[in-house]
Protein backbone atom coordinates (compact mmCIF):
# COMPACT_ATOMS: atom_id res chain seq x y z
CA UNK A 1 0.00 0.00 0.00
CA UNK A 2 1.70 3.28 -0.94
CA UNK A 3 1.17 6.20 0.98
CA UNK A 4 -0.18 9.50 -0.31
CA UNK A 5 1.43 11.90 0.69
CA UNK A 6 -0.05 15.16 2.87
CA UNK A 7 -0.91 18.79 0.78
CA UNK A 8 1.41 20.99 1.79
CA UNK A 9 0.14 23.44 4.45
CA UNK A 10 -0.70 26.67 3.11
CA UNK A 11 1.87 29.50 4.20
CA UNK A 12 -0.17 32.10 6.22
CA UNK A 13 1.30 34.96 4.36
CA UNK A 14 -0.07 34.05 1.21
CA UNK A 15 -3.42 32.84 2.37
CA UNK A 16 -6.09 34.25 0.29
CA UNK A 17 -8.58 34.95 2.27
CA UNK A 18 -6.28 37.70 4.00
CA UNK A 19 -5.96 38.89 0.19
CA UNK A 20 -8.63 41.81 0.12
CA UNK A 21 -7.27 43.18 3.92
CA UNK A 22 -5.81 46.24 3.83
CA UNK A 23 -2.01 46.50 5.18
CA UNK A 24 -2.52 47.96 8.15
CA UNK A 25 -5.02 45.27 9.37
CA UNK A 26 -4.62 43.41 12.68
CA UNK A 27 -4.58 40.40 10.41
CA UNK A 28 -1.76 41.06 8.48
CA UNK A 29 -0.23 42.66 11.36
CA UNK A 30 0.68 39.60 13.14
CA UNK A 31 3.33 37.67 12.86
CA UNK A 32 3.01 34.70 10.28
CA UNK A 33 3.83 32.37 13.26
CA UNK A 34 1.26 33.77 15.27
CA UNK A 35 -1.29 33.53 12.32
CA UNK A 36 -0.33 29.67 11.46
CA UNK A 37 -1.34 29.09 15.41
CA UNK A 38 -4.61 30.71 14.70
CA UNK A 39 -5.42 29.08 11.97
CA UNK A 40 -4.61 25.54 13.70
CA UNK A 41 -6.06 26.21 16.76
CA UNK A 42 -9.62 28.14 15.03
CA UNK A 43 -9.09 31.53 16.87
CA UNK A 44 -11.72 33.66 14.34
CA UNK A 45 -9.70 36.83 15.37
CA UNK A 46 -6.25 37.92 14.74
CA UNK A 47 -4.13 38.35 18.53
CA UNK A 48 -4.23 41.62 18.87
CA UNK A 49 -2.02 44.54 21.45
CA UNK A 50 -4.84 46.88 20.91
CA UNK A 51 -7.25 45.09 23.09
CA UNK A 52 -8.48 47.34 26.08
CA UNK A 53 -9.44 50.26 26.64
CA UNK A 54 -8.37 52.78 23.98
CA UNK A 55 -6.14 55.53 24.19
CA UNK A 56 -6.76 58.53 26.06
CA UNK A 57 -4.98 62.09 26.02
CA UNK A 58 -2.09 62.02 27.74
CA UNK A 59 -3.17 65.78 29.26
CA UNK A 60 -5.77 63.89 30.65
CA UNK A 61 -3.65 60.70 32.43
CA UNK A 62 -4.17 60.49 36.21
CA UNK A 63 -0.43 60.11 37.12
CA UNK A 64 -0.18 60.89 41.09
CA UNK A 65 -1.93 58.55 43.79
CA UNK A 66 -3.22 59.03 46.59
CA UNK A 67 -4.21 56.56 49.42
CA UNK A 68 -6.72 56.74 52.00
CA UNK A 69 -7.29 54.82 55.84
CA UNK A 70 -10.81 55.04 56.61
CA UNK A 71 -12.84 54.16 59.49
CA UNK A 72 -15.12 51.22 58.51
CA UNK A 73 -18.53 53.57 59.54
CA UNK A 74 -16.87 56.02 56.76
CA UNK A 75 -15.93 53.69 54.16
CA UNK A 76 -19.44 51.94 54.65
CA UNK A 77 -21.37 55.24 54.10
CA UNK A 78 -18.64 56.53 50.68
CA UNK A 79 -19.33 53.11 49.27
CA UNK A 80 -23.29 53.41 49.77
CA UNK A 81 -23.41 57.26 48.02
CA UNK A 82 -21.40 55.99 45.19
CA UNK A 83 -23.41 52.98 44.56
CA UNK A 84 -26.29 54.92 44.37
CA UNK A 85 -24.66 57.66 42.25
CA UNK A 86 -23.70 54.64 40.06
CA UNK A 87 -20.16 55.63 40.59
CA UNK A 88 -16.68 53.48 41.17
CA UNK A 89 -15.56 54.31 44.75
CA UNK A 90 -11.88 56.08 43.27
CA UNK A 91 -14.35 57.77 41.01
CA UNK A 92 -16.58 59.20 43.56
CA UNK A 93 -14.16 60.24 46.05
CA UNK A 94 -11.91 62.31 43.61
CA UNK A 95 -14.90 64.03 42.74
CA UNK A 96 -15.70 65.12 46.38
CA UNK A 97 -12.37 65.85 47.05
CA UNK A 98 -12.74 67.71 43.41
CA UNK A 99 -15.62 69.67 45.14
CA UNK A 100 -14.14 70.58 48.29
CA UNK A 101 -11.13 72.16 46.92
CA UNK A 102 -13.26 74.55 44.77
CA UNK A 103 -15.58 75.29 47.40
CA UNK A 104 -12.69 76.15 49.68
CA UNK A 105 -11.20 78.15 46.88
CA UNK A 106 -14.30 80.12 46.84
CA UNK A 107 -14.32 79.40 42.86
CA UNK A 108 -13.99 76.42 40.09
CA UNK A 109 -10.27 75.86 39.80
CA UNK A 110 -10.51 72.43 38.87
CA UNK A 111 -12.31 70.66 36.56
CA UNK A 112 -14.36 67.10 36.70
CA UNK A 113 -10.64 64.88 36.56
CA UNK A 114 -9.02 67.50 38.90
CA UNK A 115 -6.78 69.73 36.16
CA UNK A 116 -6.66 73.22 36.48
CA UNK A 117 -9.04 75.12 34.55
CA UNK A 118 -6.37 78.15 33.52
CA UNK A 119 -3.31 78.71 35.21
CA UNK A 120 -2.23 77.68 38.76
CA UNK A 121 -3.21 80.43 41.31
CA UNK A 122 -0.47 82.36 42.51
CA UNK A 123 -0.34 81.17 46.47
Do not use: T, W
Amino acid sequence: MVKKPKPPKPDPDQDPKFAHLPDNDPFKLESPAHRAMRHRHGFPFPIRASIGRPLIDPADLRSERFGFRLHPDLMAEASRLSRLEGLRLSIFCERALIAAVNQKVGSEILDAIGRYKAKPPKR
